[in-house]
């Protein structure tokens, strides 16, 4: 059936004159011309305006961040990969953070705790976008595409050498065609939310109630 | 005249609740979407820009099509084709009897609404969940989205709130947004947790590295694509763009067109099914593309311009007739304008024409439209097909079909009597001379207003008393 369809519909498109495009050339980047002070800061302030939390680190101080972040929301488990540069370092200090779990089987294995028993995720990120205020997601074998999904307090690490100022621009700078696109990618700007009760803005629908981005 | 459509438009503008939530809600998503474009210059820039894109992609749309089937392939996801919504229901259905899935979970999807699936898979015995709050909704409610992005736009939280504790008595009441929202999350949490198959819809297909994009905000989408082991698509086959680098330029219209949104909290690309070693994210990956009627709009060069839609919903936000009627009236899955040019033709202009009738041409739709779709022109050029004579020169369905006797003698007789000046005149003098006789009392259009009334004299008589030479 679909090999007819999928021939019918071909020729059907081929059928009429060739409609016309008036496309000359693609002119995306941006007119902006933003440092990289101004960049954080346009970040900062849209991630702000949707409820996110935004810690300025270095370093030298994000770990110790992340640790009052947890003891601040009392979070009783960490899911953090063991592979991972930043990961590799919570770990290091594993007894500065609440107690901290790992996703190394597939998720069939453990679903029931990833779903109702992990109170928060913690994952490093692809790049940011400051126009947008927006974490570049590019989930992977060592953080799983449901770290940033299913826990309810998602902490991610942005490295500010990895802020661009629109998503065009981090396309074509992080070269994502020439990469090749993974299974899964990203943008996240914000915790989740619905406006589809009267217009009022309700946090945590399906995904995290709170994001905290620490930039480093 | 009466008809269903014109019954259920009656029926909804008696209703002050909903015409008020109407009047609310659109009048936010106004607002909002203005304080996005605060450069109208950039924003005409950025309109031309989008139209462009959609323009290129659609001038090459069998090609992209196959570029993208091929990519996909590559990529591990499984492309299926669709002529009709039937068509497309059987593949569904028959991804889930492989699977031997009895039920499965929703992200939020137009275009299955177009292919009824719901009632399609529940008359099977197979449950289909959705889990876009609004469409959660609306589902226990037995109702269509009112909206194409906000589905459940009609009801206010009170409605919602006794909906609630209608459905769930267990869950005590509550008028909170925060707190029916958790109910809701808690609710399909455990679908999720359980649900063997996904499905959803897309915004964007890239051909050059067959990829899906989905556009959402609260992770629905992300949720149905992610934790089932099997992800189903389904989307029009108008949907594919060219390159990667075309999707950045049409999200940040689509969402500030949209909702006012600077962007949504969730883009998600999908290029392909779970690979050997990554730890979760569905096993199989479909995509079934589906035509219902939209090759044939390609076939007309005019027409053809409904295909550029991103179903922002911009149009429908700033419909003076869509904010009165209300989502339901138009009886169609895509409602106001966007629905009044593309129902009638996937449908047919004998099903559905009336809709190109119910509108005043205001030109508020085109104005916002994003890929400027010339609104008012299409519904004009659906009027004619609807009752044109050379149904030969067009490809609309149910050309013709709308042609009455009594109106086309109407047009005639006025044409011929335009065209022969010395009856014109006779007419139009021996209109003003009796105008005390003509009828005040003309239906519908009296009852509210005051029957037109003639002039002393024709505008032809007063020129030619002022010396002014008609030629
Ligand atoms: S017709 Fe234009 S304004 Fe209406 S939904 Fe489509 S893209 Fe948006």
Known sequence: MSNTARANILARLREPQRPECGFSERDYLSRYDWDTAERVRRFTERMVAVRAEVHHTTPETWLDVVSQVCAAKGLNNLLVSPETVLGKQLHAQAERFPTLKTYDHPIESWKQELFYGIDAAFTGTYGGIAETGTLIVMPSADEPRLMSLVPPVHIAVLEVAKLYTTFAEAVQAQGWVQAGMPTNALLISGPSKSADIEQTLAYGVHGPKELVVILV | ?471
């Open chain 2, 1 to 471: 005249m009466s008809s269903e459509f014109r019954n259920t438009v009656r029926a909804n503008l008696a209703k002050p609740e909903v015409r008020a939530n109407f009047y609310r809600a659109m009048d936010g998503l106004m607002t909002r979407r203005l304080d996005q474009f605060p450069d109208k210059a950039e924003l005409e820039r950025l309109r031309t820009q989008s139209m462009a894109i959609r323009a290129n992609a659609l001038s090459k749309l069998p090609e992209l099509l196959e570029t993208l089937e091929a990519n996909l392939t590559r990529n591990g996801i499984q492309v299926h084709w669709a002529e009709t919504t039937d068509q497309a229901n059987q593949i569904v259905l028959s991804i889930l009897q492989k699977h031997n899935a009895k039920s499965i979970i929703k992200g939020k999807s137009m275009v299955s609404e177009e292919m009824g699936l719901n009632h399609f898979l529940e008359a099977l015995g197979i449950e289909a969940l959705e889990s876009d709050l609004g469409e959660f909704i609306i589902q226990l409610d037995h109702e269509a989205p009112s909206h194409i992005i906000m589905p459940a736009i009609h009801k206010n939280r009170i409605q919602i709130a006794k909906l609630f504790h209608e459905k769930f008595p267990d869950i005590p009441y509550t008028e909170d947004v925060d707190e029916l929202t958790q109910t809701a999350r808690r609710i399909l949490r455990d679908k999720f947790y359980a649900a063997p198959v996904g499905l959803s819809g897309v915004n964007f297909m890239v051909a050059e590295t067959g990829t899906l994009c989905l556009v959402e905000n609260e992770g629905n989408g992300r949720m149905s694509t992610t934790a089932p082991s099997v992800h189903i698509a389904v989307t029009g086959i108008e949907k594919v763009v060219e390159s990667l680098s075309d999707v950045p330029p049409l999200l940040s219209i689509l969402t500030r067109s949209a909702t006012g949104q600077p962007i949504t909290t969730y883009f998600n690309m999908i290029s392909g099914p779970r690979k050997p070693g990554e730890k979760d994210g569905p096993e199989e990956v479909h995509l079934v593309l589906l035509d219902n009627g939209r090759s044939n709009i390609y076939s007309d060069p005019e027409l053809l311009a409904t295909l550029r839609c991103i179903r922002c919903g911009a149009c429908i936000n700033h419909c003076p007739v869509y904010v009165r009627i209300g989502g339901h009236s138009y009886g169609t899955v895509y409602p106001g304008p966007i629905g009044s040019i593309l129902e009638p033709q996937k449908a047919g202009l004998d099903v559905h024409g009336e809709l190109a009738q119910a509108s005043t041409l205001c030109g508020a739709c085109s104005e916002v439209c994003p890929v400027r779709i010339p609104i008012p022109s299409i519904l004009n050029r659906l009027r004619y097909d609807g009752v044109r004579r050379d149904t030969a020169n067009t490809n609309t369905v149910g050309s013709g079909k709308r042609r009455t006797l009594s109106e086309a003698a109407t047009w005639k007789t006025w044409a011929w009597a335009a065209t022969h000046p010395t009856i014109y005149h006779a007419g139009s003098t021996l209109a003003t001379r009796f105008k005390g006789m003509l009828p005040t009392n003309l239906g519908a259009w009296t009852t509210v207003r005051s029957a037109p009334k003639l002039a002393e004299s024709t505008l032809h008589q007063q020129a030619k008393n002022l010396g002014v030479d008609h030629e």
